[in-house]
């Protein structure tokens, strides 16, 4: 595992040297705080090492990624129940071993992360928001000790981290027990109280999806002091509509649009 990690840093080292091509002075997209969906997922292979690369390679403020338990107790990074999807393999996630599921490779042919692996790629050069999925029972606690182990000894900070998820109950470990972590419940609807379900948890902002956004929302998330941040939006005309409307955050599968805002 040590190997990997090196081989990780390694990587990404001489992925961005030379390459950063982010646009500091851009007075549109600084507006707004630039998430990169799973990655830069619309180029690279999602919710893997060359995608948290190239997000970075692109000077995002953020990524994104999910996490889900394997059998063996580990976090992996990968959106779907299932491998089937994005790998070589097939079943279901929480049915399969971590040794089992390092056998498996990406697409692309990349190795499949676990959660710490994906600390020690993006290595805190962007803050990261990590979607707990639903099914894994115990994934709060685990990210929790997590987040305590690389605060305290591989450079992070708990402002680095914002986490997210449809089932808004994960989030209240964190607001007990480590409430300096950014909380931020998803939402795929238009409730009549809008952004009220953010108070339960605390949240830092509330995660809408971008068919639900409306003005309305946007002012009532904001008049009770939450940011607000839409998914998933990938042409260059809606990203400017919606900072018109006066959405804090975005995210994207295609990082590089930022640069064109």
Not at 127 to 145: A, W, Y
Request: one cysteine or more; a negative charge; charged letters at 25%.
């Amino acid at each position: 595992v040590i190997k990997n990690y090196i081989g990780y840093i390694l990587i990404g080292t001489l992925w961005i040297s030379g390459t950063m091509v982010a646009n500091q002075g851009d007075t549109v997209s600084s507006k707004i705080v630039k998430i990169a969906h799973r990655g830069a997922s619309g180029t690279v292979e999602e919710n893997s090492a060359h995608a948290f690369l190239e997000a970075i390679r692109l000077g995002v403020d953020m990524i994104e990624l999910d996490v889900t338990c394997c059998k063996s107790g580990e976090l992996i990074v990968i959106h779907d129940d299932t491998v089937d999807r994005t790998t070589t393999g097939t079943g279901k996630v929480g049915d399969l071993t971590l040794d089992e599921i390092k056998q498996l490779r990406l697409s692309d042919g990349q190795e499949v992360l676990t959660l710490k692996e994906a600390l020690d790629v993006i290595d805190h050069q962007c803050k990261l928001n990590i979607e707990l999925k639903v099914k894994c029972d115990n994934v709060s606690q685990t990210v929790i000790d997590i987040i305590e182990e690389y605060v305290k000894s591989h450079g992070w900070h708990y402002d680095d981290f914002l986490i997210s998820t449809f089932n808004h109950h994960k989030l209240l470990p964190f607001k007990d027990q480590l409430p300096a972590v950014k909380r931020a419940p998803l939402l795929h609807s238009i409730p009549i109280t809008y952004a009220e379900f953010g108070v339960p948890v605390d949240a830092y902002s509330v995660n809408v999806s971008v068919d639900d956004i409306t003005q309305e929302f946007i002012n009532d998330a904001h008049n009770r002091g939450f940011k607000l941040y839409t998914w998933v939006v990938n042409t260059r005309e809606e990203m400017e509509e919606l900072i018109a409307l006066g959405v804090d955050g975005i995210f994207t599968d295609y990082p590089e649009l930022f640069n064109e805002l």
